[in-house]
């Protein structure tokens, strides 16, 4: 009886003491964030793209299949049409068309003739600047009169010019490596302005193609009149070889030229942009693509810019292969109207403004589908630091170049907005060769360079989705 009396209180001593012990509270397990292997990842999706990519016969489909897709012509309907059926085809369920307004302008017929002294008219191969006033069909002779310097442009008299045909024979810089750089620096001259021109007095201008090529082939821009030019002279654009061989012939004689233009504006219509999206797991956040959808009238528009088109639906298209879960809205945006206006890409900026859309960084493809060297990064000091960070991983794909800092192709007005902007950086050294031209065809891409600049913008949006 004792053990047993002694037993009793020793147990129920030890049952009230644990009783007054604090009872712990079961742990809550958090989900682990797994750390990516970037190189692992990134392998991942150049085998994708390399060994299933689509982007070349995209774009086969897109240049041989409808060809020169202009503002406001049934080429450019065709293609929007296209687009909406390529991005649906790869599982994207999100899109819709965006509608801005385009200018109707038409080439027609077009011829430039040139006579040295008393001798015959000679036919020039020529093509006049998108959105050009034309000679009305009608014949517009003139003696043409080199100008080659703002310096000589200034030192000329008010009335020298009258009724003469201005004539301009400015290169691009070969001395300056970037191509993209000295085709700029060409293109914002004076000397190339109608407007400027047309205050001499001068009646037509002439200026040598902005091409790095040694052919004859004319290479066409945009040219803008001002609101209050009293008079919208004509502008046209003749080869180099062309260019060289008049600039001869004016300094040992007089020569005439011949114009006959039916290029006419006749006002506005609408053309979409085309957006399609993979909406974000994590938040609406907006990761932009863009690249233009319309071509010049006279080319298939491969370099200029078809390979960006179909380098855009290639990442939605890698992302959805390999099962990537974006934690952002990864948003494509097909642009109308880049190359006679902009209209497409100053729409779709005023939308974000309105809706208050967060992007938190946008990239564009517009250089030709060439081999990738990085990409110019143009944004704050401290968002270009943490992309600089990753430069490693870009390395092994021959991407090195993250100098750069500035994105000037159709993202460009979202810079006011404060949005992170980047460009594909590519060598540009033959781009210039077809740019805005009749040799802008399907034959001059190489599908190795195309895909391999599809890498790297899947790679660059894969990181900004991760760590942004």
């Given at each position: 009886?004792?053990?047993i009396?002694?037993?009793?209180?020793?147990?129920?001593g030890?049952?009230?003491?644990?009783?007054?012990?604090?009872?712990?509270?079961?742990v809550?397990?958090?989900?682990?964030?797994?750390?990516l292997?970037?190189?692992?990842?990134?392998k991942?999706?150049?085998?994708?793209?390399?060994?299933?990519?689509?982007?070349?016969?995209n774009?086969?489909?897109?240049?041989?299949?409808?060809?020169?897709?202009?503002?406001?012509?049934?080429?450019?309907?065709?293609?929007?049409?296209?687009?909406e059926?390529?991005?649906?085809?790869?599982?994207?369920?999100?899109?819709?068309?965006?509608?801005a307004?385009?200018?109707?302008?038409?080439?027609?017929r077009?011829s430039?003739?040139?006579?040295?002294?008393?001798?015959?008219?000679?036919?020039?191969?020529?093509?006049?600047?998108?959105?050009s006033?034309?000679?009305?069909g009608?014949?517009?002779t003139?003696?043409?009169?080199?100008?080659?310097?703002?310096t000589?442009?200034?030192a000329?008299?008010?009335?020298?010019?009258?009724?003469?045909?201005?004539?301009?024979?400015?290169?691009?810089?070969?001395?300056?490596?970037?191509?993209?750089?000295?085709?700029?620096?060409?293109?914002?001259?004076?000397?190339?302005?109608?407007?400027?021109?047309a205050?001499t007095?001068?009646?037509?201008?002439?200026i040598?193609s902005?091409?790095?090529?040694?052919?004859?082939?004319?290479?066409?821009?945009?040219?803008?009149?001002?609101?209050?030019?009293?008079?919208?002279?004509?502008?046209?654009?003749?080869?180099?070889?062309?260019?060289?061989?008049?600039?001869?012939?004016?300094?040992?004689?007089?020569?005439?030229?011949?114009?006959?233009?039916?290029?006419?504006s006749k006002?506005?219509?609408?053309n979409?942009?085309?957006?399609?999206?993979?909406?974000?797991?994590?938040?609406?956040?907006?990761?932009?693509?863009?690249?233009?959808?319309?071509?010049?009238?006279?080319?298939?528009?491969?370099i200029?810019d078809?390979?960006?088109?179909?380098?855009?639906?290639e990442?939605?298209?890698?992302?959805?292969?390999?099962?990537?879960?974006?934690?952002?809205?990864?948003r494509?945006v097909?642009y109308?109207?880049?190359?006679?206006?902009?209209?497409?890409?100053d729409?779709?900026?005023a939308?974000?403004?309105?809706?208050?859309?967060?992007?938190?960084?946008?990239?564009?493809?517009?250089?030709g589908?060439?081999?990738?060297?990085?990409?110019?990064?143009?944004?704050?000091?401290?968002?270009?630091?943490?992309?600089?960070?990753?430069?490693?991983?870009?390395?092994?794909?021959?991407?090195?170049?993250?100098?750069?800092?500035e994105?000037i192709?159709?993202?460009?007005p979202?810079?006011?907005?404060?949005?992170?902007?980047?460009?594909?950086?590519?060598?540009?050294?033959?781009?210039?060769?077809y740019?805005?031209?009749v040799?802008?065809?399907?034959?001059?891409?190489?599908?190795?360079?195309?895909?391999?600049?599809?890498?790297?913008?899947?790679?660059?949006?894969?990181?900004?989705?991760?760590?942004w």
């Amino acid at each position: 009886m004792k053990k047993i009396f002694i037993i009793i209180p020793l147990f129920l001593g030890g049952f009230l003491f644990s009783q007054k012990k604090p009872v712990k509270k079961p742990v809550r397990k958090t989900a682990i964030t797994q750390k990516l292997n970037y190189h692992d990842e990134f392998k991942k999706i150049s085998d994708e793209i390399m060994v299933n990519g689509t982007a070349y016969d995209n774009l086969g489909e897109l240049t041989k299949g409808i060809g020169p897709r202009f503002s406001a012509t049934t080429g450019y309907k065709k293609a929007a049409d296209w687009a909406e059926k390529k991005l649906k085809e790869i599982g994207v369920e999100t899109i819709w068309r965006q509608e801005a307004k385009v200018p109707v302008w038409i080439r027609g017929r077009e011829s430039l003739q040139i006579k040295a002294g008393n001798g015959d008219w000679k036919n020039i191969r020529m093509l006049s600047f998108g959105n050009s006033e034309g000679t009305g069909g009608k014949d517009l002779t003139g003696e043409i009169v080199l100008i080659n310097s703002v310096t000589e442009l200034n030192a000329i008299s008010i009335g020298q010019l009258k009724d003469k045909i201005v004539f301009v024979n400015l290169p691009m810089d070969p001395r300056i490596i970037n191509t993209s750089d000295s085709y700029l620096l060409a293109a914002k001259s004076k000397l190339i302005s109608p407007s400027v021109i047309a205050l001499t007095g001068a009646k037509a201008l002439i200026i040598r193609s902005l091409t790095t090529a040694n052919d004859d082939i004319p290479h066409a821009k945009m040219i803008y009149y001002e609101p209050d030019d009293k008079v919208k002279i004509p502008a046209i654009t003749i080869g180099v070889r062309s260019a060289d061989e008049l600039e001869k012939l004016l300094k040992k004689e007089k020569v005439t030229a011949k114009i006959n233009m039916t290029a006419e504006s006749k006002g506005e219509t609408t053309n979409p942009n085309i957006i399609a999206e993979i909406p974000g797991k994590k938040d609406s956040n907006v990761i932009l693509l863009g690249a233009q959808l319309d071509s010049w009238d006279f080319g298939e528009g491969a370099i200029d810019d078809g390979t960006g088109v179909v380098q855009c639906i290639e990442v939605l298209r890698a992302f959805k292969a390999l099962g990537i879960e974006n934690r952002h809205t990864i948003r494509v945006v097909l642009y109308a109207n880049s190359e006679n206006g902009g209209q497409g890409r100053d729409m779709y900026a005023a939308y974000v403004k309105k809706k208050g859309e967060r992007h938190i960084f946008a990239l564009g493809t517009d250089a030709g589908g060439y081999s990738p060297r990085g990409f110019s990064l143009d944004m704050s000091p401290q968002r270009r630091r943490l992309i600089f960070e990753w430069k490693n991983y870009f390395l092994p794909y021959g991407v090195y170049d993250f100098d750069q800092t500035e994105a000037i192709q159709d993202i460009s007005p979202l810079k006011k907005l404060d949005i992170p902007l980047a460009e594909l950086v590519v060598d540009t050294q033959r781009y210039f060769d077809y740019h805005h031209s009749v040799e802008d065809t399907f034959d001059k891409v190489n599908k190795r360079e195309l895909l391999l600049g599809t890498v790297a913008m899947t790679q660059m949006i894969f990181m900004i989705d991760k760590n942004w």
